[in-house]
């Protein structure tokens, strides 16, 4: 067991990847039940189901234990019927088959304001908002990172200022997005492109540096120049690379989605996720939230599926 499943390295049977998979969800889902189901764990509220003889209570309300038992004690003492009630989590805490009814509902409820977009056009907005500012930051970042990686001096010029304003939250630039480019879509496709601009240029630099230099020199000796040293040495074999480089960045640009969509008029996904908030629909809450990470997952998966037959040569791509 321990050479086949935690060797350094080790490459892992098509078994033993599916076992591991499913118990990377497993677990942490396990733990969530565990809180949710079993009493004695970790409920600190209790469930109204009879209010007794206490005047402020009503069923399906939640109060803490303590109170209940507090309230309790003065009917016991006071001669009037004891309340009843159950142990419970707080309200923001939904059990698991609360979000999973909320993948369903959410989708076939009626928005609580008249004039607001459902949840699938939520998610479809948040989706053009994701596409396009990370389209604008690959068309800059990527063949600038190219250049980067392989010209000292280029390298030198762009790389000190990149490596500076990589520091800069990208949020701060929020005000000034909303003033330049109006308060609707462009300022969030401007955060999300500023957050994963400057990190794209120095990741798929130093990608880019790791090419062995032995292929360049051996270019160089044959007199190609520097067009088709990029286009026919450098590019082709760093592709996988930058590939994979490109997935974890895109994840980047999911996790400043929820900001850019704050800024200017609340849209998209984060816009619903504010409202359920609001009034206190936590399970819908929940339940967008872990959309956000399927779809972010999904696209991660099938961008791992495709490089199989994009770069079928690269093992690391064919293990993914």
Same mark, same amino acid.
């Given at each position: 067991?321990t050479?086949?499943?935690?060797?350094? *390295?080790?490459?892992?049977?098509?078994?033993?990847?599916?076992?591991?998979?499913i118990? @990377?969800?497993?677990?942490?889902? !396990?733990?969530?039940?565990?809180?949710s189901?079993?009493?004695?764990?970790?409920?600190?509220?209790? %469930? +109204?189901?009879?209010?007794?003889?206490?005047?402020?209570?009503?069923?399906?309300?939640?109060?803490?234990?303590?109170?209940?038992? /507090? /309230?309790?004690?003065?009917? *016991? #003492?006071?001669?009037?019927?004891?309340?009843?009630?159950?142990?419970? &989590?707080?309200?923001?805490?939904?059990?698991?088959?609360?979000?999973?009814?909320?993948?369903?509902?959410?989708?076939?409820? #009626?928005?609580?304001? *008249?004039?607001?977009?459902?949840?699938? /056009? @939520?998610?479809?907005?948040?989706? %053009?908002?994701?596409?396009?500012?990370?389209?604008?930051? @690959?068309?800059?970042?990527?063949?600038?990172?190219?250049?980067?990686?392989?010209?000292?001096? +280029?390298?030198r010029?762009?790389?000190p200022?990149?490596?500076?304003? %990589?520091?800069?939250?990208?949020?701060?630039? !929020?005000?000034?997005?909303?003033? +330049?480019?109006?308060?609707?879509?462009?300022?969030?496709?401007?955060?999300?492109?500023?957050?994963t601009?400057?990190?794209?240029?120095?990741?798929?630099? &130093?990608?880019?540096?790791?090419?062995?230099?032995?292929?360049? /020199?051996?270019?160089?000796?044959?007199?190609?120049?520097?067009? %088709?040293?990029?286009?026919?040495?450098?590019?082709?074999?760093?592709?996988?690379?930058?590939? #994979?480089?490109? *997935? +974890?960045?895109? !994840?980047?640009?999911?996790?400043?989605?929820?900001?850019?969509?704050?800024?200017?008029?609340?849209?998209g996904?984060?816009?619903?996720?504010?409202?359920?908030?609001r009034?206190?629909?936590?399970? &819908?809450?929940?339940? $967008?939230?872990?959309?956000?990470?399927?779809? !972010?997952?999904?696209?991660?998966?099938?961008?791992?599926?495709?490089? #199989?037959?994009?770069?079928?040569?690269?093992?690391? @791509?064919?293990? $993914?």
């Amino acid at each position: 067991m321990t050479p086949r499943w935690f060797g350094v *390295r080790a490459p892992l049977s098509a078994r033993a990847r599916l076992v591991l998979g499913i118990g @990377s969800f497993a677990l942490p889902l !396990g733990l969530w039940c565990l809180v949710s189901y079993v009493p004695f764990v970790w409920h600190p509220m209790v %469930r +109204i189901a009879d209010p007794g003889g206490v005047d402020y209570f009503q069923p399906d309300m939640l109060v803490d234990r303590a109170v209940f038992a /507090e /309230e309790t004690g003065n009917m *016991r #003492r006071d001669g009037k019927a004891l309340p009843a009630g159950e142990p419970a &989590n707080p309200v923001y805490l939904p059990a698991p088959h609360q979000v999973v009814l909320a993948f369903y509902t959410a989708f076939t409820t #009626r928005p609580e304001q *008249r004039d607001a977009p459902w949840l699938h /056009e @939520s998610l479809l907005h948040s989706i %053009r908002v994701i596409f396009l500012g990370f389209a604008i930051s @690959s068309v800059i970042g990527v063949p600038l990172g190219i250049l980067c990686g392989t010209y000292t001096a +280029i390298s030198r010029l762009n790389e000190p200022f990149i490596e500076f304003f %990589r520091y800069l939250p990208a949020p701060a630039f !929020g005000a000034l997005a909303v003033a +330049i480019l109006g308060i609707y879509d462009g300022p969030k496709i401007a955060i999300i492109v500023i957050g994963t601009l400057f990190q794209q240029v120095l990741i798929i630099a &130093n990608t880019v540096r790791k090419l062995d230099f032995s292929l360049i /020199e051996a270019a160089m000796t044959l007199g190609i120049n520097r067009l %088709r040293l990029l286009t026919r040495v450098v590019i082709p074999a760093c592709l996988p690379d930058l590939y #994979r480089d490109q *997935r +974890i960045l895109l !994840g980047w640009a999911w996790t400043y989605l929820i900001v850019a969509e704050l800024i200017g008029t609340s849209s998209g996904i984060t816009w619903f996720i504010t409202q359920q908030a609001r009034y206190q629909h936590f399970d &819908n809450v929940y339940a $967008a939230i872990a959309m956000i990470g399927f779809l !972010g997952l999904g696209g991660d998966v099938l961008l791992a599926w495709l490089a #199989r037959y994009l770069f079928p040569w690269d093992r690391a @791509s064919a293990r $993914a």
